[in-house]
């Protein structure tokens, strides 16, 4: 079994969709307000899509309103990596899979939580776990 950090660009093409893969591989956006997981409201737990490490709780999940699946605070600070990231023009920092190191989307500092902190991902970067399966 290939580790997830060292998988190729075509190994990565055969296990997720083109959409998964241009945003967990190439650190792309879904558009706002498009994201099946939106308004997934559901107990639960959302992890990678492209790994399986658990990622978020439901219960840190709440709407931001700005148009992405947001939360309050992952499930363990060391399952994700944060980035600098100065492209598009302005500073923000990227959030990854710290276990495969897919991008899945941004943290910003406008957060309800006792963090403060709002992680902004991608839908298409994340699978639902429901409570009890």
């Known amino acids: 079994m290939t580790d997830a950090k060292t998988k ?3 190994e ?3 296990e997720l969709t083109p959409e998964q ?3 967990l ?3 792309g956006t879904e558009r706002p307000n498009t994201g099946a997981l939106l308004n997934e409201k559901r107990d639960g737990s959302f ?3 492209a790994c399986g490490e658990e990622l ?8 931001s309103g700005s148009g992405w699946p947001s939360f309050t605070d992952p499930v363990n600070r060391e399952h ?21 190191g897919g991008h899945l989307g941004h943290v ?3 957060g309800p939580g006792t963090t403060g902190e709002r992680f902004c991902i991608n839908s298409a970067a994340l699978q639902f776990e429901p409570a009890g399966d």
């Open 80 to 100: 994700v990596t944060l980035i600098d990231d100065d492209s598009l023009g302005m500073r923000r920092t990227e959030v990854r899979c710290a276990t495969c």
């Open 21 to 23: 893969f241009h945003i």
């Open 56 to 63: 978020f709780a439901s219960g840190t999940k709440y709407d």
């Open 8 to 10: 190729t660009d075509a």
């Open 25 to 27: 591989r190439e650190h």
């Open 108 to 110: 910003f500092p406008d």
């Open 12 to 14: 990565w093409r055969e």
């Open 47 to 49: 992890a990678c899509a």
